[in-house]
């Protein structure tokens, strides 16, 4: 079985984002590879040394020529080769699909690994609307997983707590906190990784168009009170909180 | 027409479900406000959704007793199709946005996730929602015969319902074999309310100092003022509180009145999941804690002493 496993690059969490004409500008921001999709990266390492068939692992990243670097981490991490679609179009996550689709059946995947929720878009639709695409079965919010003969079994979360599935081979799983703590690529790993095959691809082949724009982007911080109440006297602390959330806020009856 | 996917549970008609309605209504798109319950035994949950709604399809069917993510995205799509609505609504739940990309799909729409303003603009539909580990307010727009949005749950008002009920009619549906079984279901059960449907949460960081800390200061309040429970994922991580219980990126996000913080120290991962709450109030001894930033009430302090002064109080 081929895995391929999708990688992208976020801003750091930690990383001030700033906003010139109404967009997002990543200028100077320091960008890793996404946290969800690292678990994505891992989990595909962990699947072929725990004995599973597993024949080869793809990372794939679709973006602008920055994205290589996501690419060098993860083939650091261990997998086999990389495929970069480069373009500097921004793709909605229904768009992305069909990219993400299409590659995954060119390469004969049996499954295909994306991130949970990625840190940029605040979204949940890739694997979703990927899974769609191939007419595959799709496990969300993944935190444990097994593949034997031609299948997945497992659990993730739903809305109401989380189920053990079974799942016929091939699918799409996206991943979660919780699946695996992903390692970290070591020098002689970095070094190997440099002669790893990473294919370059133009976007022209997939005959894809974003089909959301983004119109308008700003950083909206609510006005907080900041008031702050001694808290030396305990119960006199206490007393003035509540009366601030019962007759100020009004938030309490 | 706009089309909206009801959510229930129980038997009844979720808060989420009516919150659509106001979105659908205040979206500028015209057309009748169409609520399809999909499930089995779901009558109650109809004439529920009747009472806010121009009309209700319901397809009760005993295919539909479980939620699956193919099944629902064929079913919302054939009706999308057969009513020819040029929007689809669907919750944002955990399932709500599993599914509604497969319907995006099905349609060859665009999708607009987890919308929390919905207007038109010429002929396109757009819709104002978090970026950035909700660092970002973005306006996406798309212009095509029809758009599936997903409504990010607390963000709009529930409707109430209007003096004359809507219609009920029954669809038939082809549905898909669900190829994912389900072979075991753990409900975390709470007596306590929701996280994502509360008025009110109080959630607990490592501050609190430990798992029986937590249960004494943070489930205590919480009980004491009918609070949901949430905790930071550092928490969580450690093992105090299950998942299910975690505010941020990689768990819930909430937007209650109230968020009352406890010995958190305010990761952007977790505000990214809280931030937006009404009021936000933090008790915290480090007073250089980055919540402080972000809170309308703070009180340098320990939980530990301001806590059950405050269950003390509260009880009064």
């Known amino acids: 079985m081929k895995i391929l496993t999708l990688v992208r690059q976020v801003p750091d969490a930690e990383a001030r984002v700033k906003i010139s004409a109404q967009q997002v500008d990543l200028e100077g921001t320091t960008l890793v590879i996404d946290g969800m999709d690292e678990y994505g990266v891992e989990e595909a390492l962990r699947l072929r040394e725990s004995g599973a068939p597993v ?6 990243a679709v973006g602008p020529k920055r994205v290589e670097d996501a690419l060098r981490t993860a083939l650091a991490m ?35 690994l994306v991130g949970g929720q990625e840190a940029d878009w605040d979204s949940q639709a890739l694997g979703a609307a990927t899974a769609e695409r191939l007419g595959w079965p799709q496990l969300t919010w993944t935190n444990e997983l097994k593949v034997e003969e031609g299948s997945l079994t497992g659990r993730h979360d739903v809305d109401d707590g989380n189920e053990s599935f079974r799942a016929a081979l091939p699918a799409v799983v996206t991943t979660q906190q919780g699946l695996n703590e992903p390692r970290y690529p070591t020098l002689p790993n970095i070094m190997k990784a440099k002669k790893k095959e990473l294919r370059k691809e133009t976007l022209d082949t997939y005959g894809v ?28 602390a206490a007393a003035e909180l509540l009366d601030l959330l019962r007759n100020e806020a009004k938030v309490l009856a | 027409m706009i089309l909206i996917v009801a959510e229930h549970a129980g038997g009844k008609l979720a808060k989420s479900t009516l919150e659509m309605v106001t979105a659908a ?43 699956s993510a193919e099944v629902w995205a064929a079913a919302a799509a054939q009706i999308a199709q057969e009513g020819e609505a040029h929007t689809v609504l669907i919750g944002g739940s955990r399932s709500g946005r599993e599914y509604a990309p497969r319907v995006a799909v099905k349609l060859d729409a665009p999708y607009l996730e987890d919308a929390i303003r919905l207007s038109v603009s010429g002929s396109a539909l757009q819709a104002q929602r978090y970026t950035y580990l909700a660092r970002v307010t973005e306006t996406v727009e798309a212009q095509a015969p029809v758009t599936v949005v997903t409504v990010k749950p607390g963000a709009f008002a529930p409707a109430a319902a209007s003096g004359e009920a809507g219609e009920q009619y029954d669809v038939e549906l082809e549905l898909p074999t669900p190829r994912v079984e389900v072979t075991g279901r753990s409900v975390e059960k ?31 309040l919480a009980d004491r003022i009918g609070a949901g429970v949430g905790a930071t994922r550092a928490v969580v991580d450690a093992g105090w509180r299950p998942y299910a219980e975690q505010v941020g990126q990689t768990g819930k996000t909430v937007q ?61």
């Open chain 1, 209 to 236: 168009q974003p089909t959301v724009r983004v119109v308008n982007a700003e950083i909206q911080t609510r006005a907080r009170l900041n008031r702050m109440i001694d808290g030396k006297d305990p119960q006199a």
């Open chain 2, 256 to 316: 209650p009145k109230a968020y009352v913080a406890l010995g958190v120290s305010g990761a952007v991962q977790h505000l990214s999941g809280m931030g937006k709450s009404k009021f936000i109030v933090a008790i915290n001894k480090d007073a250089e804690a980055p919540i402080f930033k972000v809170a309308d009430y703070g009180i340098v302090g320990d939980v530990n002493q301001i806590v059950p002064a405050l269950i003390e109080a509260a009880r009064k």
């Open chain 1, 78 to 112: 261990g997998v086999d080769r990389a495929i970069h679609v480069e373009t500097d179009e921004k793709l909605d996550p229904i768009a992305l699909s069909r990219v993400v689709a299409q590659i995954a059946g060119q390469e004969g995947a049996g499954l295909v």
């Open chain 1, 55 to 60: 024949e080869e692992i793809v990372a794939l």
């Open chain 2, 190 to 220: 709470s007596s306590r309310v929701a996280l994502t449907e509360a008025d009110v949460i109080v959630s607990g960081g490592r501050g609190v100092g430990s798992p029986e800390n937590f249960a004494a200061y943070v489930e205590g």
């Open chain 2, 25 to 67: 209504r205040e979206s500028g798109r015209e057309g009748p406000v169409t609520v399809l319950v999909l499930g089995q035994g779901v009558a109650e949950v109809a004439s529920a959704a009747a009472a806010v709604a121009d009309q209700v399809l319901v397809a009760d069917l005993p295919q539909l007793a479980q939620y």
